[in-house]
C-alpha cells in the first residue's frame, strides 16, 4: 500500500463518525458547566436569573438584571473569574496532553507524565521563593515554562539515549525527569520553609485566589498555544502514520514536531503557574474523545479544548462542593477520577500492543 492509500485508510477509520454533531455537543457542554460553575455555591443563584444578568451587559441589549448588587460581585467578581480560569487550564492541559500523544505516538504521554508539570511546578516555585512579591505575577509564568520546556527537552532526550521513542522508553524517561526535578522542588521548598504552605497549596491545585487578574495574565498564552496546536492538527495525522512516510509526504517532521511540543509546553507551563500541579486532565480528556469521536486531530483537538474547559469547571465544582464549607484541592479530584483511568487505557494499550 502506498504511503497516501495508508494515510487515506487510517483517516477513515478514525473519522468514521461526523464531525460536526460532537463539536456542537461539546460547546453544549461547556456552556451548560458554564453555567453551572457559575450558579453553584454556598449563596444559591438561579441560573436563569445569571443568564438574564449576562444578557444585561451585553451591548445594544435592552434588559435589567434581576440580581442585587451582592449578588452581581459574587457572580461577576468571584464566581465567574474563577470559572473562567479553570476553563482556559482544563482546555491547555487537554490539549497539550493531545499534542504529546500525537507527537510521540505514545497514548500514555501527558504533561504530567513527561514531566513538563514537574518541571513548570520547579520554576514557579522558584520564583514563588526567590523572586520580589511584586514581580511574580510576571516571572512565575516565564519560570514555569523554563522549567516545563527543559523537562520535556530532558525526557525526550533521555528516552531517546535509552532506546528510541517506545512507549516505555518515554513513559520511563519521563518519570525519571520528574522525580529528579521534584527532588528538587523538595530541597528547595525545606530551605524555604517560611514558603512552604503557600507552595504546597500551589502544588495540590486550587482555584480558590482566582481573579481577573489571572484570566488576564494566562489569557495570552492559552490563545497562543491553542491557535498554534489547532493550525498544525492536519500535521499531526500526517504524523500519526510514520516519520518516514510524513517525511515522503513533503513534511518536515522535525520542525513540526518541535513547534507542537513548544506549543503545548507553552500551555501548560502557564496552565501549571496560576492553578499549580493538576494531573490526569492530558489523558482523561483525550482518550475519552477519542472512544467517542474518533482519533483525527482534525477533530480531537478541538474537541479537547472545548471537553477539557468543562471537564475542569465541573471537577472545581465537585472540589468546593463534596465537603461543603470546606475545599478540597482540585488536584485531587482530578487523581481521583484520572487514577483508575489511567489505568484501564494502560491495560487496552497493552491489549492492543498484543
Known amino acids: 500500500m ?46 436563569l436569573r445569571i443568564v438574564q444578568a449576562a444578557a444585561a451587559r451585553l451591548p445594544f441589549v435592552d434588559a435589567s438584571s434581576p440580581l442585587t448588587a451582592a449578588e ?41 507524565l513527561l514531566g513538563a508539570a514537574a518541571g513548570a511546578g520547579l520554576g514557579a516555585t522558584l520564583a514563588v521563593v526567590y523572586a520580589p512579591a511584586g514581580a511574580r505575577s510576571v ?13 520535556v527537552v530532558a ?18 524517561a519521563g518519570v525519571v525527569v520528574a522525580s529528579f526535578l521534584t527532588a528538587v522542588q523538595t530541597f528547595v521548598q525545606q530551605q524555604n520553609v517560611d514558603t512552604v504552605q503557600e507552595v504546597y497549596s500551589w502544588l495540590l491545585g486550587r482555584l480558590a485566589t482566582a481573579g481577573w487578574r489571572d484570566v488576564l495574565m494566562v489569557l495570552p498564552y492559552a490563545v497562543v498555544s491553542a491557535g498554534v496546536l489547532l493550525v498544525h492538527r492536519r500535521l499531526l495525522d500526517v504524523l500519526s502514520v510514520g516519520d518516514e512516510e510524513a517525511s ?31 494531573g490526569f486532565v492530558g489523558i482523561i480528556v483525550p482518550h475519552t474523545i477519542r472512544l467517542l469521536a474518533g482519533g483525527s486531530y482534525r477533530v480531537l483537538l478541538p474537541l479537547s479544548l472545548l471537553g477539557g474547559a468543562a471537564f475542569l469547571v465541573l471537577a472545581d465544582v465537585l472540589a468546593r462542593t463534596l465537603l461543603a464549607p470546606a475545599e478540597l484541592p482540585i488536584g485531587v479530584v482530578t487523581a481521583f477520577c484520572g487514577a483508575p483511568f489511567f489505568a484501564l487505557v494502560l491495560r487496552r494499550s497493552r491489549v492492543v500492543a498484543t
Open 139 to 151: 516571572l512565575v509564568p516565564i519560570a514555569a515554562f523554563a522549567g516545563a520546556a527543559g523537562a
Open 248 to 278: 515522503a509526504l513533503g513534511i518536515d517532521v522535525r520542525r513540526v514536531r518541535l513547534v507542537v511540543i513548544a506549543a503545548a509546553t507553552l500551555g501548560t507551563a502557564a496552565a501549571v503557574a496560576v492553578s499549580g500541579l493538576i
Open 2 to 47: 502506498s504511503v497516501d492509500a495508508t494515510a487515506l485508510a487510517r483517516r477513515q477509520v478514525t473519522t468514521r463518525r461526523p464531525s460536526v454533531p460532537w463539536l456542537v455537543g461539546a460547546l453544549g457542554l461547556l456552556a451548560g458547566a458554564l453555567v453551572i460553575g457559575v450558579a453553584v455555591g454556598p449563596i444559591e443563584i438561579g441560573a
Open 72 to 112: 452581581e460581585a459574587i457572580v461577576f467578581e468571584l464566581r465567574l473569574p474563577r470559572v473562567v480560569l479553570g476553563a482556559l487550564v482544563g482546555a491547555m492541559l487537554a490539549s497539550a496532553g493531545a499534542a504529546f500523544q500525537g507527537s510521540f505516538r505514545n497514548p500514555l504521554a501527558d504533561p504530567y
Open 155 to 172: 525526557a525526550y532526550a533521555l528516552g531517546r539515549s535509552a532506546g528510541g521513542r517506545s512507549a516505555a522508553s518515554l513513559l520511563l
